[in-house]
């Protein structure tokens, strides 16, 4: 072979590979780079957006924490500052004013701030002087500890807004003294202001911090001033803080207690009213409780964390003004501050999405207008392949020698359909003249690489399929089994070797059809009808020509009988006729008389039949009227055939030919004849009382001995290596329905017919041998 003549199948064009760079890998790799070029950008910005949107929000919250403090600071501002004014005012007067003055400046602030609750005033020698609002908050309250009798009493003067007596009371004061009060003791040694720790009233539900100063009066005794100041108030003007949209304000101790924030009255309640129980719980108020245990870890600040996947931010600042252990506690979702940037990214997100879903419907329509260009490239050279195909097909049908001859058998026409097609199976049929049967002239297996032909169908089992043919209209059907036209056909033909699909163009002649092409499973029709037309046209054209006069010995068209020319083979040895079982009639007498009874030319059929299994006498005649049937069909056969002796015992059928002391060179061609037909015969039969093939037929060619035997009637028997070998292939056959020889029947008659190789198989006496499947006339 010539280097010119070896092809690489790996090796691309460059044209190929050019092609592909620049319509698929180019583009695809401009899509993928701006693709990436937009992400980068929009995560650039994304989390620059977003390290802005947590730097603003921290900027938010120093601000709100500035003006919460400054709003808190002066919020308390009267109980600290004032502390100082009315300490200022009352030890620079006489201790008989003292009382008056600290009315004075209590009715002023009660009227005019309204978070502060009450004044106290206590001395050294436990005097003690309030000035409060009533429970109803809308009067004032003046009340005196004095001593009468050695008992002590609280004595209430009430006052409206316009400072006119309404009323006065006493009650026991029991053993009150201010002097051992938390807000006294708590100034000891101190002289600047000191702050308690809040105490809850439940009656009137008021949160209350005290504010102390301890100072000297004019006549040096001690005297301690305290203002009452409610963080109700306090809670109430955090509640109305808005922290950005949902968060919240809390002010706490550095032991975690709430001093005022929202809900304050559910957190006392739940605390038992005990101030000191009145701490954050972490189930409750998760995020401020994580915000206070930043607090306590890392001191103040902002501090940004994530709960449940969802990011907070929290500061945390000291309070002026207030008690050294105050702390003021912000929290909010950073969504809160950074909505209208997450609005933004998102927008540029969904910009840069709209972007790329864009690029990408243009880069797939270019993608798939490039490859509805290349596969219609690819369909325009498989197109000119398959012209090409086709015509070196044609030439070579025509290129044929004999074609329309009636000798030649149609193997080309069936060979190239298959091929073109890629059909698993294509068969040519053939009518009978009177239109009552078909013939298939020759059906080859492209899987197995075979041919077979022979077969007959009978109108009367195929009217459907039959009726089809005759419309003159090519039809294919999927699914053979459910289509009324090619159910039986199915069950007959195409069932042995499982194909479904079928396609049937009818072999048109002048006037009428003669036959027709069937393609079955084939994967490439549609585009083809006018090459299986073609091929039909030369079929019927073929067709026409087998009606002529014939000259040499062939089998005939319509009976299959085998008519001798002047070149055949000698005409069968006369005298003798069929034998059915023991019935012989005086001419065959006559003639076994004459021969010695041993035959060295005896072609031998059996046919095993398997047992049926019978359920009721209905079934049993049934049966019976099918078996007589067959013995009507072998009779027939055995009778245009010219065989010997057909023998019929139990489940099996032995027919033979060549009993003759002289060779009788066409015995073997009738038995083989009559082996197909036979065949054919009960396939049509079984298939139409709806029953599989459950016969097997074996053949063997050789010697064999027999004579008739016994009293009158006597009865003739056939003994012999070649009744035996015969019955061996009978009962080996590979499948229901075949007929499988020797390799000495395959040797005589391979020229005339077409055989399949089975394998060996061992005889006794003979060792192994061959054996063939005996398919159809060649």
């Not at 695809?28 to 937009?38: D, F, K, P, Q, R």
């Not at 006493?170 to 006294?184: F, I, K, Q």
């Not at 005990?274 to 995020?287: E, F, H, Q, R, W």
């Amino acid at each position: 072979m010539s280097s010119e003549e070896i092809i690489d199948p790996t090796k691309q064009s460059d044209f190929s590979v050019r092609r592909i760079l620049f319509h698929l890998v180019l583009p695809g790799l401009a899509l993928v780079l701006s693709v990436l070029a937009i992400v980068v950008i929009g995560m650039h910005s994304y989390n620059t957006t977003r390290t802005g949107v947590r730097t603003l929000t921290h900027e938010l919250l120093d601000a709100v924490q500035r003006y919460i403090s400054q709003e808190v600071s002066d919020y308390i501002m009267p109980a600290s500052a004032g502390n100082i004014v009315a300490s200022g005012m009352i030890e620079h007067v006489p201790v008989a004013v003292q009382k008056r003055v600290f009315f004075s400046y209590g009715s002023a602030m009660l009227h005019n701030i309204p978070q502060i609750e009450s004044f106290y005033l206590a001395d050294a020698r436990g005097n003690f002087t309030m000035i409060a609002r009533t429970k109803d908050r809308k009067n004032i309250e003046q009340t005196t500890l004095e001593g009468t009798q050695g008992h002590k009493v609280f004595h209430h003067i009430y006052y409206n807004n316009d400072g006119v007596q309404i009323g006065e009371a006493s009650d026991p004061a029991g053993e009150y003294d201010p002097r051992l009060r938390p807000w006294y003791k708590v100034t000891e040694h101190k002289d600047a202001v000191q702050w308690t720790q809040p105490y809850l009233f439940p009656s009137s539900g008021q949160f209350i911090m005290t504010s102390a100063l301890r100072f000297k009066g004019i006549d040096s005794q001690t005297v301690v001033f305290a203002t009452n100041i409610s963080l109700n108030e306090l809670s109430g003007f955090l509640d109305r803080m808005k922290v950005g949209k949902t968060g919240n304000a809390i002010i706490l101790d550095t032991e975690g207690r709430v001093i005022a924030g929202r809900h304050l009255m559910k957190l006392a309640k739940e605390a038992d009213w005990d101030p000191a129980k009145m701490v954050l719980n972490a189930k409750t108020s998760p995020i401020l409780a994580m915000g206070f245990d930043h607090y306590r870890v890392r001191g103040f600040g902002p501090r940004s964390f994530t709960v449940d996947g969802k990011p907070y931010v929290t500061m945390t600042s000291p309070l002026k003004n207030s008690s050294e252990s105050w702390v003021l506690l912000l929290s909010a979702p950073e969504s809160d501050f950074s909505n209208f940037a997450r609005q933004s990214s998102k927008q540029s997100l969904q910009f840069a999405a709209v972007i790329i879903v864009f690029s990408l419907i243009l880069a797939g329509l270019l993608a798939r207008q490039v490859r509805r260009t290349d596969r219609t490239d690819r369909l325009l050279v498989a197109q000119q392949r398959q012209v090409a195909r086709e015509a070196a097909s044609v030439q070579q049908i025509s290129s044929t020698p004999h074609l329309f001859d009636d000798p030649s058998e149609p193997l080309v026409l069936t060979e190239q359909l298959a091929d073109i097609t890629g059909a698993r199976r294509v068969s040519v049929w053939r009518f009978l003249h009177d239109g009552s049967a078909m013939i298939c002239e020759d059906s080859y297996d492209s899987k197995q690489d075979t041919h077979s032909g022979g077969f007959e169908m009978f109108r009367q089992d195929m009217e459907e399929f039959f009726k089809a043919l005759e419309d003159g209209e090519n039809f294919s059907v999927d699914d053979a089994t459910g289509d009324t036209r090619t159910t039986q056909f199915e069950r007959l033909v195409m069932r042995e070797i499982g194909t479904e699909r079928v396609v049937v163009h009818p072999a048109r002649g002048a006037g009428e059809v003669v036959g027709a092409v069937v393609l079955e499973d084939a994967s490439s029709v549609g585009h083809l009808l006018y090459f299986v037309d073609l091929i039909s046209s030369i079929v019927a054209v073929r067709f026409a020509s087998l009606y002529g006069d014939r000259t040499t010995g062939f089998n005939d068209a319509d009976t299959g009988k085998i008519i001798a020319g002047d070149n055949d083979v000698p005409q069968v040895v006369s005298g003798l006729k069929p034998h059915f079982d023991t019935v012989l009639n005086a001419d065959s007498k006559a003639a076994l008389a004459e021969t010695s009874g041993v035959y060295h030319h005896v072609a031998v059929l059996v046919v095993v039949f398997t047992d049926p299994v019978l359920h009721n006498d209905t079934e049993t005649v049934e049966l019976l009227q099918l078996i007589d049937r067959l013995a009507c069909e072998v009779q027939r056969i055995a009778t245009e055939q010219q065989l010997f002796a057909v023998k019929i015992a139990g489940h099996r059928m032995i027919c033979t030919a060549g009993c003759t002391d002289a060779e009788d060179p066409t015995a073997l061609l009738r038995i083989a004849n009559a082996a197909l037909s036979m065949r054919e015969a009960f396939m049509a039969a079984l298939a139409g009382a709806n029953l599989e093939p459950v016969f097997t037929m074996g053949l063997d060619y050789g010697a064999a001995f027999g004579r008739e035997v016994g009293h009158e009637p006597k009865v003739f028997n056939l003994w012999g290596q070649t009744v035996s070998v015969a019955e061996l292939m009978a009962q080996g056959a590979a499948g229901a329905g075949t007929v499988q020889v020797t390799e000495r029947v395959y040797t005589v008659l391979r020229d005339r017919y077409l055989f399949r190789s089975r394998g060996t198989f061992f005889a006794p006496h003979l060792g192994l041998s061959r054996a063939y499947i005996l398919a159809a006339h060649r």
